[in-house]
């Protein structure tokens, strides 16, 4: 350590209990002498502090107001959290005496308990809930004509048919329900993370009480290690902190005084209070967190619109054509009636894609297990689609972007004497307790490379710990290496500058001033550090005057991956804002260092809009241009997302605290990163176990990996319906083909069963956010499927047309050679079946690649899963003589026929594709880049604006919602709820979930020590 300067004589240092308050604005006093050698004024250090409000009164006559939620919790009229402390008191029609047994039971009958009611769903109505949407009603629709109306002419219903559906259906609905069952609950941790116990007064006596029993009106009184029970207001504080990081996002425990508001669910720092409950429940700061978790009951996830309009794709194509068969069979060729219904069974099993949920589900199920790899637990498995398609990335500030550990930013100290930064930030951490610390003081003693320095070399003779009135922490020691008495101070500012009075210039004062200013502009809160040397042995003794060495900056730093996690972010086309409850400068500041920006706003801006005269023409506009936004509450963050969810992104959230639960929930993808409160995990949909945002980064690209897969499986899915439906239809009309309909249910499973590998298949992910572009999609599968149809209805009349195969190959069929050629004749039905299932799961390798198919390899597991399936397949065709169904088995030349001629029909799908590309798909993406441009061009905010889905869209859509409000109904009326239910008032929940919370939600930052 550098030597200190001698001492110089000076007027021994005073203490100054009356020091005030640093302002937070206004234009720095400018030091000035009466000319006389008089008193010099003390100067006014704009030191980086929380907004401060006065206290108002309220709006209304107190005398006819109503003890009420309404009239109580209308913020327009009355603020329980603003006005004066006695208005409190005539508003709540109470005292500091506490209330009566009487008044108590009244007031929890109009405000109800101080607790979180959530609806629990009956788990048996849920698995149902699997099975009740357009493609399941269509197979089960299948199941009932081969079980019920398929009876008559003497023969029994279609048992094969109805088993092989109805396992199909189990199936698809047991993984679904297995996967979504586990998914967190929000509401429930929200719930477990209030105070079980408060101090309550009553009938003029404290007692202790369950934390649900207590009402507005109730004094409460709490103390260190304490949750707040209630939001309340403080009635007496004794150097009162209150840690409220998880609610607000506030880097540093709060200080508090009386008249200041205290949020339920917060914890108690340090010293002791008493204070009026002003709200409860779903009314507190905590509950409207609650409230807003999936507040949207009538959301649909965005897979399963994207299943809505694929659904509906097969179901038109199929239906048409059960149509057209209806029309022809019966009408031209007057099939009989179970002849009929065995044809359209053909259309109804084959063409729905009903394992599509269930292939989908279990893409993401392994995806969301390689996430797992990556310390990346997936809590809802469709979030994964969703997350490959995210373009906006909005995360909060305060232990997700930084540490949420403050520290001294070694780069950025000041010295004013002979000591170097290193000397200044040792002295300092003498100056701070080692056990049992506050923030501050662990800050600084973490900054020395080892925590022990604090105390070595040096005999401990006296410490001050800090107090709101001194604001600073002293220290007296005796120096080992010179027997010396020293002592060291640090706290704020203004009041270590007022203790120096040695070497104190004019000079000195100006230069401090101009570093505090800078700083405070920056978001960055300082701390003095002073020193001075004692004579004799006296710890109690003056010394010869304090000398200000230094200027440290506190800051909660960026986590060490989080730049490049950006970066890599941006990379990928998705654009990250930071979202955050801390102060304006801190993000701006916080913003540079991570090269994010400082364009950021405060959250006033989503009440009043832009300033007029500004770039910005819309809020929406704003919203989407701006880096940030400072200040905001769980109502602002809410709002911020569902806005860019507006105007058509897919938004994804992170965050830690309760403060963001709703956001979380709320946004398409909510992550929860490591360390995260309870509350964050439950509404969230991935959940971080290690810390950093680099996982992320990891998940974005798995994602696209398993969006790729679940692409290329859309496409095969629909080409397939395609070629099912179209190729047995027009087989009927023509030659009327009476294809057996189990022998399609055995395709479906085998082709099913091999699909299912794609789960795991080698695919590259893009490098831009990945969209579901359904038109291009349903091109591609019209032109597979019109091309295997051909396939297959060439193959037949060549067959029943010529006697080609007979006189090349010596293969023959069950009526005798120069005899007419029966279409149904149970070999052909063979040759058709193994045919179709071959060609059908060949597609597959088309569909996944994007060049040519054997230029990129597919995974092992799909290659084995495909020889597999058609070995079953050929030994089907080989050894099935089932006559229930139709079918004998063929010799091995009709099998070598068929492998050869699907090889020849294979070969030139690469064609197919490649002309489709240079075609239609060439049509359709200029088509839509034309679209998007005239949009843009359209609106004077050049943001183009969402469409308005319409209300048969949204029903149609939520009918593939996995929890379906009939289905609620449901559990009501039959009795299966489970006992009563408590539901949250509706207005209640519509004001804190609609643009109205961005009025009133500004007024939630009114108490003095907003974060600093």
Not at 446 to 472: H, N
Request: proline share 4%; charged share 20%; hydrophobic share 40%.
């Amino acid at each position: 350590m550098s030597e200190p300067v001698a001492k110089e004589a000076g007027p021994p240092p005073t203490d100054h209990p009356e020091v005030t308050e640093e302002k937070v604005s206004g234009d720095p006093a400018a030091a000035a002498n009466n000319g006389n050698g008089g008193e010099k004024k003390k100067r006014e250090y704009k030191e980086f502090e929380g907004e401060t409000h006065e206290a108002t009164h309220a709006k209304v006559d107190m005398n006819t107001i109503e003890l009420k939620a309404e009239d109580l919790y209308d913020k327009e009229k009355v603020d329980l959290e603003r006005v004066d402390l006695n208005d409190v008191f005539t508003l709540l029609q109470a005292t500091e005496a506490g209330l009566t047994t009487d008044q108590v039971t009244e007031r929890l009958t109009i405000f109800g308990p101080n607790k979180l009611e959530s609806e629990e769903q009956n788990v048996f109505l849920q698995f149902l809930s699997f099975m009740w949407n357009p493609l399941s009603w269509v197979m089960e629709a299948a199941a009932i004509v081969a079980i019920a109306l398929s009876n008559g002419e003497g023969r029994a219903p279609d048992w094969p048919d109805f088993v092989g559906i109805v396992l199909l259906l189990l199936v698809n609905s047991s993984i679904g329900f297995y996967e979504e069952h586990n998914a967190g609950n929000a509401v429930k941790a929200l719930m477990d993370s209030l105070a079980p116990k408060a101090k309550v007064k009553r009938d003029g006596n404290w007692s202790e009480i369950e934390s649900s029993d207590l009402v507005p009106g109730d004094m409460v009184s709490f103390k260190i290690g304490d949750i707040v029970p209630a939001d309340c207001r403080l009635t007496e504080a004794i150097n009162v902190s209150i840690d409220q990081a998880a609610l607000t996002g506030e880097s540093l425990p709060q200080s508090k005084k009386t008249g200041d508001q205290c949020f339920s669910g917060s914890t108690c720092k340090q010293g002791e209070a008493e204070g009026v409950v002003i709200s409860t429940g779903p009314n507190t700061f905590f509950g409207r967190a609650a409230s807003l978790v999936g507040a949207d009951d009538d959301s649909t996830g965005h897979l399963q619109k994207i299943l809505a309009q694929i659904g509906s794709f097969c179901l038109v194509v199929i239906g048409l054509f059960v149509i057209l068969e209806i029309c022809v069979l019966y009408g031209k060729f007057h099939y009989s009636y179970r002849r009929g219904l065995d044809n359209i069974l053909v259309l109804l099993i084959g063409g729905i894609p009903i394992a599509m949920p269930t292939v989908l589900s279990v893409t993401l199920a392994v995806g969301a297990q390689q996430l797992a790899k990556y310390k990346a637990i997936v809590t809802r498995i469709t979030a994964i689609e969703e997350l490959a398609g995210v373009t906006i990335l909005c995360s909060d500030k305060t232990g997700t972007l930084t540490t949420n550990k403050l520290t001294i930013d070694k780069n950025l100290v000041r010295t004013y004497g002979p000591f170097s930064a290193d000397d200044v930030i040792l002295l300092a951490a003498y100056a701070s307790r080692t056990e049992n610390q506050d923030a501050i003081d662990g800050c600084v003693v973490g900054t020395l490379e080892d925590p022990k320095k604090a105390r070595e070399g040096i005999k401990l003779l006296q410490f001050k710990p800090f107090d709101p009135v001194s604001k600073r922490t002293e220290i007296t020691y005796r120096e080992e290496a010179s027997g010396k008495l020293k002592r060291v101070t640090k706290g704020m500012t203004g009041a270590i500058i007022e203790l120096c009075t040695r070497n104190k210039t004019e000079e000195l004062e100006n230069k401090l001033e101009h570093d505090v200013e800078e700083y405070a502009n920056r978001g960055l809160r300082t701390l003095a550090v002073a020193y001075e040397e004692l004579d004799g042995d006296d710890p109690e003794a003056d010394g010869n005057g304090f000398e200000l060495i230094g200027l440290l900056t506190i800051f909660d730093p960026p986590r060490a991956d989080t730049k490049e996690t950006i970066d890599n972010a941006l990379a990928l086309g998705v654009k990250v804002k930071m979202v955050t409850g801390d102060q304006l400068a801190i993000a701006k500041e916080t913003g540079r260092r991570l090269g994010l920006g400082d364009h950021m706003y405060p959250a006033k801006v989503l009440k009043e809009g832009p300033p007029p005269g500004g770039k910005h023409m819309s809020l929406e506009e704003m919203i989407l241009d701006a880096d940030g936004f400072a200040g905001v509450f769980p109502e602002h963050k809410y709002e911020i997302v569902k806005t860019l969810q507006g105007l058509g992104h897919l938004c994804a959230m992170t965050g830690d605290g309760a403060n963001d639960a709703p956001a979380l929930s709320k946004a398409n993808v909510g992550i929860a990163v490591e360390g995260a409160t309870d509350a964050a995990r439950g509404a969230a949909d991935i959940v971080l176990t290690e810390p950093g945002l680099s996982t992320i980064v990891h998940a974005i690209r798995q994602s696209r990996v398993i969006f790729q897969r679940m692409r290329n499986y859309s496409i095969y899915a629909c080409a397939v319906t395609i070629r099912i439906v179209v190729c047995f239809a027009i087989l009927a009309f023509v030659y009327q083909f009476d294809f057996p309909s189990f022998m399609i249910l055995i395709i479906a499973l085998l082709n099913d069963g091999t699909i299912m590998t794609l789960s795991v298949d080698r695919v590259l992910p893009s490098n831009t956010p990945d969209s579901w572009d359904l038109t291009e999609i349903f091109a591609y599968a019209i032109a597979y499927g019109l091309y295997l149809t051909v396939s297959t209805i060439a193959l037949l009349v060549i067959i029943l047309e010529t006697d080609f195969f007979e006189d090349k190959f010596g293969v023959g069929l069950s009526t005798a050679r120069g005899e007419a050629k029966d279409p149904n004749d149970p070999i052909i039905h063979m040759v058709i079946y193994l045919q179709v299932a071959i060609i059908s799961q060949a597609l597959i390798f088309v569909t996944r690649s994007h060049g040519f198919f054997f230029m990129e390899r597919p995974s092992w597991a799909l290659l084995i899963a495909f020889c597999i399936a058609q070995l079953i397949s050929s030994i089907i065709a080989a050894y099935g003589n089932w006559p229930f169904t139709y079918i004998t088995g063929i010799s091995g030349a009709w099998i070598g026929i068929v492998w050869v001629w699907n090889i020849i029909w294979f070969l030139p799908l690469d064609g197919v594709k490649f002309a489709m590309k240079a075609t239609v798909i060439k049509y359709l993406r200029q088509r839509h880049e034309q679209q998007l441009k005239s949009e843009v061009k359209s609106q004077s905010t050049g943001v183009p604006i969402a469409r308005t889905t319409s209300r048969v869209g949204s029903i149609h859509e939520s009918l593939y919602s996995n929890r379906v409000s009939f289905i609620k109904r449901a559990a009501r009326t039959v009795g299966f709820s489970g006992g009563k239910k408590v539901h949250m008032n509706q207005g209640e929940l519509k004001r804190f979930a609609s643009i109205q919370a961005a009025h009133t939600g500004q007024t939630l930052a009114r108490h003095s020590s907003r974060p600093q």
